[in-house]
């Protein structure tokens, strides 16, 4: 019954290492979004996608890379991990109507530290 | 340039007060949206209300209330009767319809409210 759904919920590892974190919104929406929240609950937008095709990429390291194999899913991939990824990731959707008219859906957050 | 701003960091009251959350934005755009979403200490972000620019009208629903004002240019949000269980970071956001045409979320720094008994 979750709408959105993220795994892990908790991320923890070594700097320099590769990981994922999965994103799952049942609730038919065309967006899907990543927000970082960083260590002073600080939310920015990371990426969006509308029905798999990027529309934000706001100025992230290319070590992040998002992917979309369908609609439904929104995966974060980040390679070389450093210190300052530590943070929470948010996974949001929302139902394409007009543009930024709706509102978005927030998954649980994963958070994500790095040692 | 969109920004929004809340200035309050902290607020601390006691139960049954009525505490209000300031939030001011800026935008170039003439059609826009506000959102004012709920974190409790679980994380999750929890949506409260959404308000299109072209709606002043205030709203109410239950112990919660916003009141919207373009001429201010904010969009503030009021807990009447207080409870513990308000206890969260509130966060305003806008989304404008034209300027950046994306429809991403442009949070301002958040409030932490707490409710003590």
């Known amino acids: 019954d979750t709408a959105v759904s993220q795994t892990p919920k908790y991320l923890v590892t070594q700097m320099g290492n590769d990981k994922s974190i999965k994103c799952e919104q049942n609730l038919g929406h065309d967006t899907m979004y990543w927000y970082k929240q960083d260590s002073k609950k600080f939310l920015k937008i990371m990426f969006s996608?509308?029905?798999?095709?990027?529309?934000i990429n706001e100025t992230v390291p290319n070590r992040f890379s998002p992917k979309s194999p369908d609609k439904a899913h929104l995966n974060l991939h980040i390679n070389s991990l450093e210190l300052g990824d530590s943070a929470v990731y948010f996974c949001?959707?929302?139902?394409?109507?007009?543009?930024?008219?709706?509102?978005?859906?927030f998954g649980p957050g994963t958070r994500l530290t790095v040692l | 340039a969109q920004k929004v701003t809340q200035a309050q960091t902290e607020i601390s009251v006691v139960e049954k007060e009525d505490v209000t959350l300031d939030c001011v934005y800026e935008?170039?755009?003439?059609?826009?949206?506000l959102f004012w979403y709920k974190q409790p200490p679980s994380g999750e972000l929890v949506f409260l209300i959404r308000?299109?620019?072209?709606?002043?009208q205030n709203e109410i629903s239950g112990r919660y209330s916003w009141n919207f004002q373009k001429s201010t240019s904010s969009f503030n949000f009021t807990i009447t009767a207080s409870q513990v269980v308000d206890s969260a970071v509130y966060f305003c956001?806008?989304?404008?319809?034209?300027?950046?045409?994306?429809?991403?979320?442009?949070f301002g720094q958040g409030t932490t409210l707490q409710v003590k008994p």
């Open positions: 996608y509308n029905n798999k095709e990027l529309i």
């Open positions: 949001a959707s929302s139902q394409d109507v007009g543009v930024g008219e709706r509102e978005q859906f």
């Open positions: 956001a806008l989304s404008e319809a034209r300027v950046s045409n994306t429809g991403k979320l442009i």
């Open positions: 308000r299109n620019s072209f709606d002043e």
């Open positions: 935008t170039r755009d003439t059609t826009y949206y």
